[in-house]
């Protein structure tokens, strides 16, 4: 008897456990916390890697930049790892535990090496650091490796999680709740994503160039340890969030149904012990059940869309290359013709930072405000409208930047500086084509981190976000493949092309045309993959205190309400 009350009474508690109120918006200022010192962390030194490398290193340029651009891929890649080991085996909060572990260790390492001679070859001979440099030691590019390869596998960890970890704080059976919150969660996520890299790209960067490395890298690391701790300690004293259990059945059955049918051979008899079963088994390499079946063809359906984002990072990456070598050849004075101090080329990119923030409390304090008056829908516009839009206003900062190259090239034969590289054009004129990236930044990404999390199977949602880190990876290659390509199709008789070092002799213009013209194509393929695309037909939630089922007819609704 006692042993048939403590199974109920187990029952009981688990069923209340189960129906716990999420922690919602509260638990997001340790979430944001954390995402802001990784971004400090990891911006605060891959913004100003290059000359580290190559001033306290001593490591060629090509070297160096072979280094960087293998440290960013590997970095890009190992979300998929990360994504795998927490949809399947350990669950988000313990991959972010995990994974923000090795990046401590990482950015240790890598703060230690920076701050002790020892890890560093002896300065540069001859007056000024002019003459023979000595390359670091086999020795001292392993500790620096090391260090990279840790804070890479962190990152794998990190970022598929924290972004799906902190939409799983809000509770999915209450729709309304779930269309407002959830969307404002990824609106301030970006927000303070952008904040943070603000912060990198000029407090962090001149306390290295001006202070010292040991403490530009120390500092970004102390404040990751703190929000580390505090991180984990929350989350485990918290222990009120209840995940709700949510099935998917799908209307649709086509080829992967296959997987999931019982054929010859699909059966066994036989089990671990040797003996045989009262029931056949199926065996697990042979058949799959239906509800694996199905998403995966969740995310299969998801694909098409997916794609769409890579050419919108293509454009972007834009701005870290040739954007750079605009600035780098015009007038950078803060003030023209008032005061001497020139705004660094590299520290342009603030532009496109103070206008995706702006556009991201524009859009949450004014537009949805707006747009919920007129749709009626808690989440103002669509996710997909919003991605749209992204790729629209990408469109005109690629056609801005054309023109705006025409002007600088044009001014820079007038003035007669075509050969020295340089033109008189004030760099203010690179402002619109920045803040207009910005804008399409915060429209397009948060819209596609929002869908790739809302339409996922809940079971891969950490596969999905890591899915949108590779669709970045492959835009920066898809970029260089691009590039390649235009500087040997451009290429004369003469050895001259669109794109040679001194730009006033080339046609990048003609190069953002074209850029632009990719991303045309691309609005409208994305124009038809939205149309057509398929939202998750059925899902089943649990809403009362009764653990009684609902099912939401989705594909009833308008695509509005996603």
């Known amino acids: 008897m006692e042993t048939v009350e403590a199974a109920m ?68 890649m190992t979300p998929l790892i990360g994504a795998f080991l927490a949809d399947s085996l350990v669950g988000r909060f313990w991959t972010i535990a995990a994974a923000s572990l090795i ?34 030691a086999p020795w001292q590019l392993a500790v620096l490796y090391a260090a ?53 790209v000029t407090a962090v960067v001149y306390v ?104 919108v990072i293509t454009a972007y990456s834009q701005q870290h290359t040739f954007a750079l070598q605009q600035a780098s050849t015009m007038d950078r004075r803060l003030t023209p013709g008032l005061s001497s101090f020139q705004i660094p080329a590299g520290s342009m990119t603030v532009f496109t930072l103070l206008a995706m923030l702006t556009t991201l409390l524009a859009y949450d304090r004014v537009l949805v405000p707006l747009a919920r008056r007129v749709t009626g829908l808690d989440r103002g516009i669509s996710y997909l409208h919003r991605m749209g839009v992204g790729f629209a206003i990408s469109v005109a900062a690629t056609l801005v930047a054309g023109f705006v190259e025409r002007h600088r090239r044009e001014s820079a034969a007038a003035a007669g500086t075509t050969d020295a590289g340089t033109s008189p054009l004030s760099a203010y004129w690179l402002v619109p084509q920045y803040a207009l990236h910005g804008m399409a930044e915060a429209f397009n990404s948060v819209g596609h981190l929002e869908f790739m999390y809302d339409q996922s199977p809940e079971s891969m949602r950490s596969m999905a976000t890591a899915l949108f880190w590779l669709s970045i990876s492959l835009g920066s290659y898809v970029s260089t493949m691009l590039i390649s390509a235009v500087h040997r199709w451009s290429a004369g008789a ?25 991303q045309v194509l691309n609005l409208a393929y994305y124009a038809i993959c939205a149309r057509c695309y398929l939202f998750k037909p059925l899902q089943l939630r649990e809403v009362d205190n009764d653990a009684k089922p609902q099912i939401e007819l989705q594909e009833k609704a308008s695509p509005l309400s996603h």
């Open 208 to 311: 290295q160039d001006n202070v010292g490395w040991g403490w530009g890298l120390g500092v970004p690391t102390f404040c990751m340890a703190v929000s580390v701790v505090a991180f984990i300690c929350y989350f485990m004293l918290l222990e009120k969030s209840s995940r709700n259990a949510i099935s998917f059945v799908m209307a649709d059955r086509s080829f992967f149904d296959r997987a999931a049918i019982v054929t010859d051979g699909d059966l066994t008899t036989d089990t671990s012990n040797g003996k045989p079963s009262l029931s056949p088994i199926p065996k697990p390499w042979r058949l799959s059940t239906v509800h694996r079946v199905e998403e995966l063809k969740s995310l299969l359906r998801m694909g098409p869309i997916w794609a769409a984002g890579i050419l």
């Open 494 to 518: 003469d050895g001259s092309n669109w794109l040679p070092d001194n730009i006033n002799r080339g046609r990048l213009d003609y190069f953002y045309w074209i850029v632009a013209l990719l």
């Open 148 to 200: 990279l390869l840790l804070n890479a596998l962190g990152a794998g960890g990190y970022r598929p999680c924290v972004v799906a970890f902190g939409a799983d704080q809000f509770d999915e059976s209450e729709a309304a709740e779930r269309a407002r919150d959830l969307g404002a969660s990824f609106n301030w996520y970006y927000f303070c994503n952008g904040a943070s890299q603000l912060v990198a």
């Open 9 to 76: 009474a187990e029952e009981e508690e688990a069923k209340k456990s189960k129906m716990r109120k999420k922690g919602g918006f509260r638990t997001m200022p340790f979430i944001f916390a954390n995402e802001v010192a990784e971004k400090l962390a990891v911006l605060g030194f891959t913004t100003n890697m290059l000359m580290y490398l190559t001033r306290q290193l001593h490591m060629p340029l090509a070297k160096a930049a072979t280094t960087l651009t293998n440290f960013g891929g590997v970095s890009a």
């Open 103 to 136: 990046y401590q260790v990482g950015m240790l390492l890598l703060t230690v090496s920076a701050a002790m001679p020892v890890f560093r070859p002896p300065p540069c001979s001859g007056a000024g650091g002019a003459g023979a440099c000595d390359e670091a």
